[in-house]
């Protein structure tokens, strides 16, 4: 499966590593799918060529998403059977839908680099349309950080723990109006799916406390593979979170450039982030006046279900 879903990214533009540690996660702990019915594998003469897999989300505005991926080896390209696996987990993903609320409105969900490519190109060929635009952001030079203090009376202390549940509130908290926002990603089974991904790192996480409340966060890491398969130096400042009464004091600011500072005390040359353009928060000002600027740029793209 990994093999398979990386030669597919690489093929597509994709950057993007998961290891055999994050998928065998992913099937232990699953999230809004089932890993017996809602994975799809494309064999030719016993070689497994291709994959699909399926999940739905119950986003902010009660909408129900349907998120696919189809993944198809290079090689297998241009003989319809990409085409083919699309129509088969739209078809089921149709079954699951018929299981839930009628009264809710529903899209079938994928994503794709803007680049020209053979998935975005496949999508919209299929009627999917641009949703949202999301942004890879770089900062290529870590020596000339901004000074950016914490608001008086908030700490940044070394993560135990005992203290990835309540993080992993506040941070579904805070991002609850996020338009990538998915209810079960922040239930107790999605931490210990992301427990077991190879960038959980909370050596690196940068989180703000005020008292016994966490008030904000930066969950960053560094993905080794990543950088050896695409010969690169990042570390990411991803989980970036404030919540509301908390914001416009200067936390994210702080946490970012405290952030910076720890992936360039390990090593690293370059930040990296992604970031939704239309961030109803206006992050996407704050990363560019902290010196990150865009790198690539990805599409959401949705498709009416209609049953």
């Known amino acids: 499966m990994v093999d398979v879903m990386q030669r597919s990214r690489d093929a597509d533009l994709f950057d993007m590593v998961e290891t055999e540690e994050d998928v065998a996660s992913m099937f232990e702990h699953p999230v809004n799918w089932s890993p017996s019915e809602d994975v799809l594998f494309a064999d030719v003469n016993g070689e497994t060529v291709g994959l699909c897999r399926c999940e739905w989300r119950r986003a902010y505005g009660d909408v129900l998403t349907y998120v696919m991926a189809v993944h198809l080896v290079p090689e297998w390209r241009g003989k319809g059977l990409r085409h083919a696996m699309l129509r088969c987990v739209e078809e089921r993903i149709r079954a699951i839908a018929r299981g839930q609320p009628e009264n809710l409105p529903r899209f079938y969900q994928s994503s794709a680099t803007n680049a020209p490519n053979h998935w975005k190109a496949l999508l919209?060929?299929?009627?999917?349309?641009?949703?949202?635009?999301?942004?890879?952001?770089?900062?290529?030079?870590?020596?000339?950080?901004?000074?950016?203090?914490?608001?008086?009376?908030?700490?940044?202390?070394?993560?135990?723990?005992?203290?990835?549940?309540?993080?992993?509130?506040?941070?579904?908290?805070?991002?609850?109006?996020?338009?990538?926002?998915?209810?079960?990603?922040?239930?107790?089974?999605g931490l210990r799916q992301a427990m077991g991904y190879h960038i959980f790192q909370p050596g690196f996480w940068q989180i703000a406390w005020d008292g016994d409340e966490v008030v904000a966060g930066v969950i960053?890491?560094?993905?080794?593979?990543?950088?050896?398969?695409?010969?690169?130096?990042?570390?990411?400042?991803?989980?970036?979170?404030?919540?509301?009464?908390?914001?416009?004091?200067?936390?994210?600011?702080?946490?970012?450039?405290?952030?910076?500072?720890?992936?360039?005390?390990?090593?690293?040359?370059?930040?990296?982030?992604?970031?939704?353009?239309?961030?109803?928060?206006?992050?996407?000002?704050?990363?560019e006046k902290l010196g990150f600027r865009v790198h690539a740029m990805y599409v959401v793209y949705r498709k009416p279900l209609k049953l």
């Open 220 to 287: 960053p890491w560094i993905d080794e593979q990543e950088n050896k398969q695409y010969g690169r130096n990042w570390g990411y400042t991803q989980g970036i979170f404030t919540k509301k009464q908390w914001r416009n004091k200067g936390l994210a600011s702080a946490l970012v450039t405290l952030s910076m500072a720890a992936l360039r005390d390990h090593g690293v040359s370059e930040a990296a982030l992604t970031a939704d353009t239309e961030n109803p928060s206006g992050a996407l000002k704050l990363y």
């Open 124 to 189: 919209e060929e299929q009627g999917y349309k641009p949703h949202r635009y999301n942004v890879m952001m770089t900062r290529p030079n870590l020596h000339d950080l901004p000074d950016c203090p914490l608001p008086a009376g908030v700490e940044v202390r070394p993560v135990r723990p005992e203290h990835y549940r309540q993080i992993w509130d506040a941070c579904g908290e805070a991002m609850r109006e996020e338009p990538n926002f998915d209810e079960g990603l922040w239930s107790d089974e």
